[in-house]
Every structure is written in C-alpha cells, then in structure tokens.
C-alpha cells in the first residue's frame, strides 16, 4: 500500500479532506498495452502510445511538485505541490515569495465546488474566491490539466474528435458540464500545446470564456508515464495577447502517480 502524503500544512479543513480523498489509488488497475488505443483518433493514439509505457498500470491519480514563477505584479518565484485525479478533483498548494515575504495559498475543486484563498505571512487575505464563477473556472483548469494523468485518455467518459491530424478535441466531464479540450501533438506523440474556452474574468470584469492553455516546451517520465515537464501556462496562447495573458511557468521536479 502506498503512503499517504500528508496534507500541506496551510489548508483548510475542507482542503484537507479533498486532499485525503484525491490520493486514493485506482483500483484494479489494468496494464497498459498498445492495443488499448486502437479505436482513439490517430493524433489521441500517437500522444497515449507515448505518453505511457507497455505494461504501465494505468494509475489515475497524481502528486506533483512544480517549481517555477508566477506573475504577481512581477514575476515571483513559488513552490507547489498538487494532488489531482481526472474528472474528480485537485488541490494545488504553493508558496511564492514577494522579496523576503511569503505568500501561502491553495486553489482546489471537488464534488462541485472550487476554492481559492491566499494569504501574506499566513494573516493578510491577498486573494480569495468561492461561488459559481470560482467553480467553473477550476473545473475547467481541472479538464484541461487530464493530460498531467494520460491514464485518463482510455477512460470512456473522456469522448475524442479529431480536428486534423496533429489537433484533437477530448470532451471531459466535470460534474454536470462537458469541457472542450484541444490538444497539439507533435509526429513524435509529445504535447506541444493545450487549450480550451476556459470560464474566467482575466481583464478583470465579466466573468466568461476565454481561450486558456498550456505550452509544453519539454516532458519527463515518471513510474511509466510521460507528461509535460516544463510549462506555460495562461489566457490567450498562441495569440498576440499571451504576453499579457500568460501569469505561470513551471518545472514538474516529481510526479507520484497511484
């Protein structure tokens, strides 16, 4: 059996029970062979028959540790840990650092309900959000981080429609939505760029959708499984508006898969 990782210890309790709750391990795991991709799009085919090894158990759940710089004002450097299953629920906790200050924080989504909350030195509130337009947001950051758990392509909620043969669309379900996720895959089977119409207020008025996504600059494998390794993240990639838009950049340092 493997061990628990115990909670962050910033959370609040109802960040900690999700905690608890998402690093349960996949039971009864089939391992993966080639033949499990026969019937996906060719470019969901040529991504999955790369992304995970043959005889890989196709585990679900993943804890990550991501070390990289977030744009708070400036550019600040943070540490993070996040524990996520696909179409279930994450939590991702980090500390970034204002000079010698520290901000601590979480942003997290499970059974319908998204939250964030960070503080200065663990008193100030700097930012923080519940309600439904917080909820639809994280459900859509948690559609389009699935390729951090390739396991989840072969799961048959996950429906696939090929746009061309480097683009294809994955429809996640996120509770009571469907989330369109469209991901770029190079000949090699590696990601180079994920978006999708994501709910959020990024000019700081209205909330509505917004193209959101990742760039996937370099990947790394752990326990069978190859992810993207080093990120951008944000609004508006690929358009002249991504210098605005993008606000994180990562290293993935580990990644437990269970």
């Not at 493997?2 to 089939?30: C, F, K, N, Y």
């Not at 439904?132 to 859509?140: F, L, R, V």
């Not at 590696?190 to 000019?203: E, Q, S, Y």
Request: a positive charge; one cysteine or more; hydrophobic letters at 40%.
């Amino acid at each position: 059996m493997m061990t628990v990782i115990p909670a962050p210890p910033h959370l609040s309790e109802q960040a900690r029970r999700d905690w608890d709750a998402l690093q349960a391990e996949t039971g009864d795991a089939r391992r993966f062979g080639p033949g499990l991709a026969d019937l996906l799009p060719a470019p969901t085919r040529r991504w999955v028959s790369h992304a995970i090894q043959p005889g890989t158990p196709l585990l679900r759940s993943v804890l990550l540790r991501m070390r990289g710089h977030i744009r708070l004002g400036a550019w600040r450097k943070f540490d993070a840990v996040q524990v996520r299953a696909p179409m279930e629920g994450f939590v991702w906790s980090a500390t970034a650092w204002i000079g010698p200050l520290a901000v601590r924080g979480f942003d997290r989504y499970r059974a319908g309900e998204g939250e964030m909350r960070w503080r200065l030195l663990h008193l100030l509130p700097i930012m923080s959000g519940t309600g439904p337009d917080i909820t639809e947001s994280a459900a859509g950051r948690l559609a389009c981080e699935l390729v951090m758990a390739p396991a989840a392509a072969l799961d048959p909620r996950v429906r696939w429609k090929p746009v061309d043969d480097h683009q294809v669309i994955a429809t996640v379900p996120i509770g009571a939505k469907e989330h369109d996720v469209t991901l770029c895959v190079a000949p090699t089977g590696a990601l180079t760029r994920v978006t999708m119409k994501r709910w959020g207020n990024p000019d700081k008025g209205t909330f509505g959708r917004h193209t959101f996504g990742i760039e996937c600059a370099g990947e790394a494998t752990f326990d069978g499984f190859t992810i993207p390794s080093r990120v951008r993240g944000g609004w508006w990639p690929g358009s002249e508006r991504w210098d605005q838009g993008e606000f994180i950049r990562f290293d993935v340092q580990e990644a437990q898969f269970r």
